[in-house]
C-alpha cells in the first residue's frame, strides 16, 4: 500500500474518532461534561453450554438471571459460532474467519497462513481497537488463543487480565486435566497459580468485578470479558448447586430430549412440526444399561445442571455489581455460548491415560475436585436438542448455540429473533456501539476487514432483518465443513474431507439436518459448492491441514 493511501486512510480515522469524541462531549451536560458517556460493554461467554440447557431456551435448569437478561432484550434462536472454544474465540475477538485469525486447527501451531495457532496481525482485537479508542478492557477466565508470550491477553489489548491460557482447567485447583503437571495461568502476562480451594465460576466472576473497581475513578468507558469455564469439563461443582437436581434425570437422556423438544415448541424457539434426529450411533440406549450406570449417568447430568446453576448465580453476581456502582443501565450485556453441549470423555481415552492416576470418578466421589466427570454424547444430544449431533460438528448442534443481547441501545423486550447471525457480528456491533470505525490500517499494518454485521440495527428498532438472504457464512475446522446462504445449507462431516460428501439442507424446514436435498435441488447445490470454492480460496484453506511445528 503506497504512503499516500496510507495518510490518507490514518487521516479518516482521526477525524472519524474526532467526530465521535465531539458528539459525546456535546451531549453531557453539568457536571457530566468530562466524562466519557458512551456505554460499557460486559461480554460473558459460557464454555460448552448447549443450546437447550437453559431455562428461557426451553431447558428445565434453574437460570433465573440469565432469563431475566431475556427478559430485558433478545434472544437469538439461531446463532451460530464455531464448533470448538478456540476458533470460536478467534471469530468472536476479532469479527472474522477463524483461518483469517490464525485458528483454522484448535492445538495446531505452524508457519502456513490460517494455522499459527494465535491470533494474528492480519486483525485487530476487540480490546485493542476499544482500548485505542478510549475503553479500559479487562477479561477473566479461558483464553486458549496461544500459549507463548507475544499471544498473551495482555499482548492483544486487555489492561488487567487473569487467564487460563488452556482450553480447560480443573475447577478447583491447578492440576491440569489435558496433562500431567500443572494447568497455566497467567495474570497480566505473568504466569500465576491457581490458589487451592477456588472455585472457577466464583473466581473468575471475583477477578472481573476487581478489575472494573480498578478503574472505577478514571471515568472511562469499560469493556469486560468473563470467558467462563462452566459447564466444561470435568463435571465439577459444590454439592449445594447440584444436589437441588437430585433425581430430576432419573428417567433418562432419551426422554429428557423429547421434554426439551416439546418446551421448545411451546416457547416459539422452533416450529411447532420439527422432529429429534436419531440418537447419534455412539449412544447406548437408555434401557440397557444396568441400573448402577443409571445412577451414574443421572448424576452426570445433575452435576452439569449444578454447574450451570452456579454460572447463573455469578451472573447474577456481575449485575447486582453493575446496579450498585450505578453502571447496570450503561452497559450492554451479551450472553453466549461458544459452541454446542460437548460429547467427549477425554479422560478415559487412550492417550490420556496418565490422568487417571489424579482423578478418582467413584459414585460417591462424583464432582469433587478429585473426579473428573464428563457427561458424554447421550447428554450432550440433549444439550442440543433438537439438533443433529454436537461439538465438534458443523451440524447445527455443533454450532448453533444461545445468545442474548440487551442493555442500551436494544428498545425490544423479551423478543426472540429467528434470523441468522454469527459470533463475527459482536464485533461490528461493539464498534459502532462505542462510535468507533474499523480501520484498513492498525500499527502501521494492513488488516483484513470486518466479516460481520452490526445488530445494533436490529436491536434498536432501525432495522428487521441483520442478515439477507444472498449473505454467505462459512466456516471450517479440520474438516468440519460449512457454508449457510438463505434458509440453504451445506455441511460436510466425513472425514476424510471429499468435495462431494458436502449435503444440502433446507433449514427453514429441516432444522435437524435429516433430509438431503443434493438430487432434489442440483443447481442450489452447484451455488452453494461455488460459494464454498470462493470461501476456501480467500481462507487458503488447507485440507489435510499442515504439519504442525515440533517442540
Same mark, same amino acid.
Given at each position: 500500500?503506497?504512503?499516500?493511501?496510507?495518510?490518507?486512510?490514518?487521516?479518516?480515522?482521526?477525524?472519524?474518532?474526532?467526530?465521535?469524541?465531539?458528539?459525546?462531549?456535546?451531549?453531557?451536560?453539568?457536571?457530566?461534561?468530562?466524562?466519557?458517556?458512551?456505554?460499557?460493554?460486559?461480554?460473558?461467554?459460557?464454555?460448552?453450554?448447549?443450546?437447550?440447557?437453559?431455562?428461557?431456551?426451553?431447558?428445565?435448569?434453574?437460570?433465573?438471571?440469565?432469563?431475566?437478561?431475556?427478559?430485558?432484550?433478545?434472544?437469538?434462536?439461531?446463532?451460530?459460532?464455531?464448533?470448538?472454544?478456540?476458533?470460536?474465540?478467534?471469530?468472536?475477538?476479532?469479527?472474522?474467519?477463524?483461518?483469517?485469525?490464525?485458528?483454522?486447527?484448535?492445538?495446531?501451531?505452524?508457519?502456513?497462513?490460517?494455522?499459527?495457532?494465535?491470533?494474528?496481525?492480519?486483525?485487530?482485537?476487540?480490546?485493542?481497537?476499544?482500548?485505542?479508542?478510549?475503553?479500559?478492557?479487562?477479561?477473566?477466565?479461558?483464553?486458549?488463543?496461544?500459549?507463548?508470550?507475544?499471544?498473551?491477553?495482555?499482548?492483544?489489548?486487555?489492561?488487567?487480565?487473569?487467564?487460563?491460557?488452556?482450553? *480447560? &482447567?480443573?475447577?478447583? $485447583?491447578?492440576? @491440569? %486435566?489435558?496433562?500431567?503437571?500443572?494447568? /497455566?495461568?497467567? !495474570?497480566?502476562?505473568?504466569?500465576?497459580?491457581?490458589?487451592?480451594?477456588?472455585?472457577?465460576?466464583?473466581?473468575?466472576?471475583?477477578?472481573?468485578?476487581?478489575?472494573?473497581?480498578?478503574?472505577?475513578?478514571?471515568?472511562?468507558?469499560?469493556?469486560?470479558?468473563?470467558?467462563?469455564?462452566?459447564?466444561?469439563?470435568?463435571?465439577?461443582?459444590?454439592?449445594?448447586?447440584?444436589?437441588?437436581?437430585?433425581?430430576?434425570?432419573?428417567?433418562?437422556?432419551?426422554?429428557?430430549?423429547?421434554?426439551?423438544?416439546?418446551?421448545?415448541?411451546?416457547?416459539?424457539?422452533?416450529?411447532?412440526? *420439527? &422432529?429429534?434426529?436419531? $440418537?447419534?450411533? @455412539? %449412544?447406548?440406549?437408555?434401557?440397557?444399561? /444396568?441400573?448402577? !450406570?443409571?445412577?451414574?449417568?443421572?448424576?452426570?447430568?445433575?452435576?452439569?445442571?449444578?454447574?450451570?446453576?452456579?454460572?447463573?448465580?455469578?451472573?447474577?453476581?456481575?449485575?447486582?455489581?453493575?446496579?450498585?456502582?450505578?453502571?447496570?443501565?450503561?452497559?450492554?450485556?451479551?450472553?453466549?455460548?461458544?459452541?454446542?453441549?460437548?460429547?467427549?470423555?477425554?479422560?478415559?481415552?487412550?492417550?490420556?491415560?496418565?490422568?487417571?492416576?489424579?482423578?478418582?470418578?467413584?459414585?460417591?466421589?462424583?464432582?469433587?475436585?478429585?473426579?473428573?466427570?464428563?457427561?458424554?454424547?447421550?447428554? *450432550?444430544?440433549?444439550?442440543?436438542?433438537?439438533?443433529?449431533?454436537?461439538?465438534?460438528?458443523?451440524?447445527?448442534?455443533?454450532?448453533?448455540?444461545?445468545?442474548?443481547?440487551?442493555?442500551?441501545?436494544?428498545?425490544?423486550?423479551?423478543?426472540?429473533?429467528?434470523?441468522?447471525?454469527?459470533?463475527?457480528?459482536?464485533?461490528?456491533?461493539?464498534?459502532?456501539?462505542?462510535?468507533?470505525?474499523?480501520?484498513?490500517?492498525?500499527?502501521?499494518?494492513?488488516?483484513?476487514?470486518?466479516?460481520?454485521?452490526?445488530?445494533?440495527?436490529?436491536?434498536?428498532?432501525?432495522?428487521?432483518?441483520?442478515?439477507?438472504?444472498?449473505?454467505?457464512?462459512?466456516?471450517?475446522?479440520?474438516?468440519?465443513?460449512?457454508?449457510?446462504?438463505?434458509?440453504?445449507?451445506?455441511?460436510?462431516?466425513?472425514?476424510?474431507?471429499?468435495?462431494?460428501?458436502?449435503?444440502?439442507?433446507?433449514?427453514?424446514?429441516?432444522?435437524?439436518?435429516?433430509?438431503?436435498?443434493?438430487?432434489?435441488?442440483?443447481?442450489?447445490?452447484?451455488?452453494?459448492?461455488?460459494?464454498?470454492?470462493?470461501?476456501?480460496?480467500?481462507?487458503?484453506?488447507?485440507?489435510?491441514?499442515?504439519?504442525?511445528?515440533?517442540?
Amino acid at each position: 500500500m503506497n504512503k499516500k493511501f496510507r495518510w490518507h486512510t490514518v487521516l479518516h480515522f482521526c477525524i472519524i474518532a474526532l467526530i465521535t469524541v465531539g458528539t459525546l462531549s456535546c451531549s453531557h451536560s453539568g457536571n457530566k461534561q468530562d466524562e466519557d458517556q458512551r456505554p460499557n460493554i460486559l461480554l460473558i461467554v459460557a464454555d460448552d453450554l448447549g443450546y437447550a440447557d437453559i431455562d428461557c431456551y426451553g431447558g428445565d435448569i434453574a437460570t433465573p438471571v440469565i432469563d431475566d437478561l431475556a427478559n430485558s432484550g433478545i434472544k437469538f434462536s439461531r446463532f451460530h459460532t464455531a464448533p470448538m472454544c478456540a476458533p470460536t474465540r478467534a471469530m468472536l475477538l476479532s469479527g472474522n474467519d477463524n483461518h483469517i485469525a490464525g485458528m483454522g486447527g484448535q492445538g495446531l501451531v505452524t508457519e502456513e497462513f490460517g494455522y499459527e495457532g494465535r491470533l494474528t496481525n492480519r486483525i485487530i482485537t476487540i480490546p485493542e481497537l476499544l482500548g485505542e479508542a478510549g475503553y479500559y478492557t479487562c477479561m477473566a477466565g479461558k483464553w486458549h488463543l496461544g500459549l507463548d508470550s507475544i499471544s498473551n491477553p495482555h499482548e492483544k489489548g486487555f489492561d488487567h487480565s487473569f487467564a487460563l491460557l488452556e482450553g *480447560a &482447567g480443573n475447577h478447583y $485447583n491447578n492440576r @491440569s %486435566v489435558l496433562r500431567a503437571g500443572n494447568s /497455566s495461568y497467567t !495474570e497480566d502476562g505473568v504466569s500465576v497459580a491457581w490458589k487451592e480451594g477456588n472455585y472457577s465460576t466464583d473466581y473468575y466472576t471475583d477477578k472481573i468485578i476487581d478489575y472494573i473497581d480498578l478503574n472505577r475513578e478514571k471515568k472511562q468507558p469499560f469493556f469486560a470479558f468473563a470467558a467462563y469455564t462452566s459447564p466444561h469439563w470435568p463435571l465439577q461443582v459444590d454439592k449445594k448447586h447440584w444436589e437441588k437436581y437430585k433425581g430430576r434425570y432419573d428417567e433418562g437422556y432419551e426422554k429428557l430430549k423429547l421434554r426439551r423438544l416439546e418446551s421448545l415448541k411451546r416457547i416459539g424457539m422452533i416450529s411447532a412440526d *420439527a &422432529g429429534l434426529p436419531p $440418537n447419534h450411533e @455412539s %449412544v447406548s440406549p437408555w434401557d440397557s444399561l /444396568s441400573e448402577e !450406570e443409571k445412577l451414574m449417568e443421572a448424576r452426570k447430568m445433575e452435576l452439569y445442571a449444578g454447574m450451570v446453576d452456579n454460572l447463573d448465580y455469578n451472573i447474577g453476581r456481575l449485575i447486582t455489581y453493575l446496579k450498585d456502582i450505578g453502571e447496570y443501565e450503561n452497559t450492554l450485556i451479551v450472553f453466549m455460548s461458544d459452541n454446542g453441549a460437548a460429547y467427549r470423555d477425554f479422560i478415559n481415552s487412550d492417550n490420556h491415560a496418565v490422568l487417571r492416576e489424579y482423578y478418582n470418578d467413584d459414585y460417591e466421589n462424583m464432582g469433587r475436585a478429585d473426579s473428573y466427570i464428563s457427561y458424554g454424547p447421550q447428554w *450432550a444430544e440433549t444439550g442440543t436438542s433438537p439438533f443433529r449431533f454436537f461439538k465438534d460438528y458443523a451440524t447445527q448442534g455443533g454450532i448453533n448455540t444461545p445468545m442474548i443481547i440487551c442493555g442500551p441501545h436494544v428498545t425490544k423486550r423479551s423478543e426472540t429473533y429467528h434470523g441468522f447471525t454469527s459470533v463475527q457480528d459482536l464485533a461490528p456491533t461493539f464498534y459502532e456501539v462505542a462510535g468507533i470505525a474499523y480501520p484498513e490500517i492498525f500499527e502501521e499494518r494492513e488488516v483484513y476487514p470486518l466479516k460481520g454485521t452490526s445488530l445494533l440495527p436490529y436491536v434498536s428498532g432501525k432495522s428487521s432483518e441483520v442478515h439477507s438472504d444472498e449473505y454467505v457464512f462459512a466456516m471450517e475446522h479440520y474438516g468440519h465443513a460449512m457454508l449457510r446462504k438463505g434458509k440453504w445449507k451445506i455441511t460436510n462431516f466425513i472425514r476424510p474431507f471429499e468435495l462431494e460428501n458436502f449435503m444440502l439442507y433446507d433449514l427453514s424446514t429441516d432444522i435437524g439436518e435429516q433430509t438431503d436435498l443434493r438430487e432434489a435441488e442440483p443447481d442450489k447445490y452447484d451455488e452453494m459448492l461455488r460459494e464454498w470454492a470462493v470461501f476456501s480460496d480467500k481462507i487458503q484453506l488447507q485440507i489435510p491441514p499442515p504439519t504442525p511445528l515440533s517442540e
